[in-house]
């Protein structure tokens, strides 16, 4: 089966710009996640969605950030205006109801802020 | 909230064995999972244990006691593709997402 779909790879914006990243999860899963993780970290979530509907966005910087899945397959993350703290790897990762068979993750996106 | 602690750094030669263990204090527990993540890669998942007791798959095992909120990953016949970082995960129901450590940057040498 196809994996998790990131794009893009890489970014690299200024401060106070906006950047936008995509995600497609594996057929089915009816979960998916966007983590954030910094250097030297574990990843922290962002947002959970359950089919097209929002399950735990407290940790999301609702004043900048933003994501949304429409339709239930596809996910945006969109950060606007970015910050120099918001430089991390984005990850995108799905899941299916099993809870014993884990996250697949994507490859992420490395986000560079200058 | 919820905290997991686990040592940051770990070396150990090839071919031996090594034990990444992994503490946590959480409100409400349903399983503690294991993930490896390569430089610059993914983390995919290794293990999940929602009860207590050993969990087995090939090289890999995986420990929890829930009394003692506590943890392990077991690395068998250590190989140099296994240096990686590993991390425990926790998470209060079946339905709430994942909560993951700060990782352990294992290191394995010839």
């Known amino acids: 089966e196809a994996g998790v779909a990131q794009s893009p790879r890489y970014k690299i914006i200024e401060k106070r710009q906006s950047v936008a990243f995509w995600c497609n999860p594996i057929?089915?899963?009816?979960?998916l996640y966007w983590y954030q993780q910094i250097l030297g970290q574990g990843p922290k979530l962002l947002i959970q969605?359950?089919?097209?509907?929002?399950?735990?966005d407290s940790q999301l910087p609702k004043d900048r950030f933003s994501a949304e899945r429409l339709k239930g397959v596809d996910s945006t993350l969109k950060i606007q205006p970015a910050k120099l703290e918001d430089s991390a790897v984005y990850l995108c990762?799905?899941?299916?109801?099993?809870?014993?068979?884990?996250?697949?993750f994507g490859s992420g996106t490395r986000l560079t802020v200058v | 909230g919820q905290s997991l602690e686990q040592p940051s750094e770990v070396t150990a030669v090839e071919g031996a064995i090594v034990q990444i263990n992994c503490t946590y204090q959480?409100?409400?527990?349903?399983?503690l999972s294991w993930y490896q993540q390569h430089d610059g890669g993914a983390p995919t998942f290794l293990s999940y244990?929602?009860?207590?007791g050993l969990e087995e798959t090939g090289r890999f095992s995986s420990f929890l006691s829930r009394s003692d909120s506590y943890g392990y990953l077991l690395l068998q016949e250590l190989q140099m593709k296994d240096s990686a970082s590993y991390f425990c995960a926790v998470r209060r129901s079946g339905n709430t997402p994942l909560v993951f450590g700060k990782g352990t940057r294992l290191s394995v040498i010839a």
């Open positions: 959480t409100s409400g527990f349903y399983g």
């Open positions: 057929s089915g899963h009816a979960t």
């Open positions: 990762a799905s899941s299916s109801l099993g809870v014993n068979y884990g996250y697949t």
């Open positions: 969605f359950q089919n097209n509907g929002v399950v735990d």
């Open positions: 244990n929602g009860l207590d």
